[in-house]
């Protein structure tokens, strides 16, 4: 199992899915079938049942998904149960909306440090983060036990950040520059597209009623 | 057809499908198959068939889709073919950041008005864009045709914003405030949760080889 490559999709698919049966757990609900699971993340039920079969066989055939083994290996399968340290390059509007940002803690995401190539704001403390030059990246990497890296800086810097990143050790990154990034393949790349979520906007205006 | 009420995912995956069709249009491609899209973006052929099937029926069957026909219908239906003007309340970190993100034109949405409830930072001008008092917002919705407004202002002050949007007619709000909105029926709000991206990361890092 921990041989196949899983396609990202399913890996997004199974966030939802926990958040789901987190919400029946707490409803003391205590098993749920693919349809319905599927329902209400609006997918089919063959697709719940090919997204959940990647990682072995889960209920009971005719009997549903037991909710509470279910959210036990959803947060296992995603690594909910750590807690992961995060460095960010680029305290530049995004990067310190992101630092300021409260929503990483709620999911075992630690921001413990933070970097910037201009040196006017190397020095100062952001959110109760001191901000160091990025020459401190590759030492505190290693002191601070960083897993995650996220980049919010202009384009023409993003390749450099993340030759840092990775050969400090970190495998995650979390790319907010507009740049295709070149890594080894051990090293997962994220990009995130803040556009995407104003593209679903325009079909709601284009349907409107009336 | 119009008065099906679609799900969230599914337009979301609708997007996924023109991404893939603009690319295979430009390599020349005539036509795919519903298990083809479906490899493509990691989705069953069975899901694919239903998503797209809640806006009738696209291709032959045997034949596969058509894809030029299949990316002119997904842009009619996102309403790709339109511009839409932005508003923007709050430019602190984020939304200073959104103000100077280049990815928005792309997909035909242009910020052309930004506010501030707080009065020092009315009259700034940023990113070309003269930030004005939030009292302007109704007159400013009307003369610049705005149809989406973005809130990136302090949670309790989302839903005072929100309220502003709407009696000026906006009916689409994308919510970066971690705050649940109260919005009459016809307006269509997205919120957006910035951590869900690292969210599917812990799952790298939980399933690293070595």
């Known amino acids: 199992m921990s041989k196949?490559?899983?396609?990202?999709?399913?890996?997004?698919?199974?966030?939802?899915?926990?958040?789901?049966?987190?919400?029946l757990n707490k409803l003391k609900i205590r098993a749920i079938s693919s349809s319905e699971l599927g329902?209400?993340?609006?997918?089919?039920?063959?697709?719940?049942?090919?997204d959940l079969g990647y990682f072995?066989?889960?209920?009971?055939s005719g009997a549903g998904y037991p909710i509470s083994d279910l959210k036990e290996s959803l947060e296992r399968i995603l690594g909910k149960n750590t807690?992961?340290?995060?460095a960010i390059v680029g305290v530049g509007h995004l990067g310190s909306a992101l630092l300021a940002y409260s929503g990483f803690n709620k999911h075992g995401l630690n921001i413990v440090a933070g970097f910037d190539t201009d040196l006017r704001k190397a020095g100062k403390?952001?959110?109760?983060?001191?901000?160091?030059?990025?020459?401190?990246?590759?030492?505190?990497?290693?002191?601070?036990?960083?897993?995650?890296?996220?980049?919010?800086?202009?384009?023409?810097?993003?390749?450099?950040?993340?030759?840092?990143?990775?050969?400090?050790g970190v495998e995650c990154i979390l790319n907010f520059a507009p740049a295709s990034l070149n890594v080894p393949e051990h090293v997962k790349v994220k990009d995130v597209d803040l556009s995407r979520e104003l593209?679903?906007?325009?079909?709601?205006?284009?349907?409107?009623?009336g």
């Open 125 to 168: 403390t952001l959110e109760g983060i001191l901000i160091q030059p990025i020459d401190a990246l590759p030492a505190m990497v290693k002191e601070k036990n960083i897993s995650i890296g996220i980049i919010t800086v202009p384009s023409r810097e993003a390749q450099n950040v993340a030759d840092l990143f990775v050969a400090a």
């Open 83 to 86: 807690i992961w340290n995060v």
């Open 4 to 23: 196949k490559k899983i396609p990202e999709a399913v890996i997004s698919r199974l966030v939802v899915y926990l958040r789901e049966v987190t919400e």
């Open 56 to 60: 072995g066989q889960f209920g009971v």
């Open 199 to 209: 593209e679903t906007l325009s079909y709601h205006l284009a349907n409107r009623n």
């Open 39 to 50: 329902d209400r993340t609006n997918l089919s039920d063959v697709q719940v049942r090919k």
